[in-house]
């Protein structure tokens, strides 16, 4: 009897000692899940009808955060009228007060975040610079002071028209 006990502790011992992979695992996974839920990603949607310029000495904006996006297009019937649309660009902005009242409700919730608000001004190449003048005056009528312009680098990335 005693043999028997002895030869089962000494088999026992002899055994291979195991790591149970299943909580890193589990580890992993959470911390996968907390970066993927903690990520931002920060998406401009851009107006396929405003085709901004070309500037070859441009450079890409590093902080995308805090952007208020108005887009200026030209007036589709050649006339000397411009056609400021929201980031959405289904929002149409008439004039330079329904611009300024855009730009100060998005500047209000940009400020609760703790963010300087720019405003992206997404300028089409045949829209005159006036109405883009008209879009600046009323940001900083808001209180926004920054402008980014959105340019193309290259003719590469241009739609056809």
Do not use: C, W
């Not at 209000?108 to 997404?122: M, N, Q, S, V």
């Not at 600046?136 to 980014?148: E, F, L, N, Y």
């Amino acid at each position: 009897m005693a043999s028997s006990k002895l030869r089962q502790a000494s088999t026992a011992a002899e055994d291979e000692a195991k790591v149970d992979m299943s909580p890193m695992i589990d580890m992993v996974f959470l911390l996968l899940i907390f970066f993927i839920v903690n990520a931002t990603a920060i998406i401009v949607q851009t107006d396929p009808e405003v085709a901004p310029p070309i500037a070859s000495n441009s450079k890409a904006q590093e902080d995308g955060r805090g952007r208020i996006v108005i887009n200026v297009r030209s007036d589709a019937h050649g006339g000397d009228e411009a056609r400021y649309t929201a980031e959405d660009f289904n929002t149409i902005l008439a004039d330079e007060s329904d611009i300024f009242d855009l730009v100060k409700a998005e500047k209000e919730k940009i400020d609760a975040l703790g963010i300087t608000p720019k405003l992206h001004l997404r300028g089409d190449q045949d829209a005159v610079f006036k109405h883009s003048r008209a879009a600046i005056r009323a940001a900083a009528a808001a209180g926004v002071d920054q402008v980014v312009f959105a340019v193309y680098q290259t003719s590469k990335g241009l739609p056809s028209r």
